[in-house]
């Protein structure tokens, strides 16, 4: 079992940043793939970008050139550092974690995902 507690959420101006934690439990975190969605008011969940145990990643097209994602494996901890920030980058952002080994099409669905985190509210303003 794996327990997922995101932080680092807030109210930001257009053109800010800010960087979300999530810190996992369990001693085999190295091996997981970590992934964060996030949900606007009224909207399904959607991806945003997945690290897989190594150093590749993948990202949303809507996100790519301003989000990173990163992994600290010592820390248990995978963030997700958010520049440029623009008003439809507000939603509720949620990490996940999966053990499985996924394709990049599959990285994408949330079902694919076995643990989630509380979500952390994210709201930029214009």
């Known amino acids: 079992q794996v327990q997922l507690v995101e932080s680092g959420g807030g109210l930001v101006q257009a053109g800010g940043s800010l960087r979300l934690s999530c810190a996992a439990s369990?001693?085999?975190?190295?091996?997981?793939?970590m992934g964060w969605f996030r949900q606007a008011p009224g909207k399904e969940r959607e991806f945003v970008a997945i690290?897989?145990?190594?150093?590749?990643?993948y990202y949303a097209d809507s996100v790519k050139g301003r989000f990173t994602i990163s992994r600290d494996n010592a820390k248990n901890t995978v963030y997700l550092q958010m520049n440029s920030l623009k008003p439809e980058d507000t939603a509720v952002y949620y990490c996940?974690?999966?053990?499985?080994?996924?394709?990049?099409?599959?990285?994408?669905?949330?079902?694919?995902?076995?643990?989630w985190g509380q979500g952390t509210q994210v709201t930029v303003s214009s």
């Open positions: 690290s897989w145990s190594g150093t590749s990643t």
């Open positions: 369990g001693r085999t975190f190295s091996s997981y793939r």
């Open positions: 996940a974690a999966t053990a499985t080994w996924l394709t990049t099409a599959q990285a994408t669905r949330r079902e694919q995902y076995d643990y």
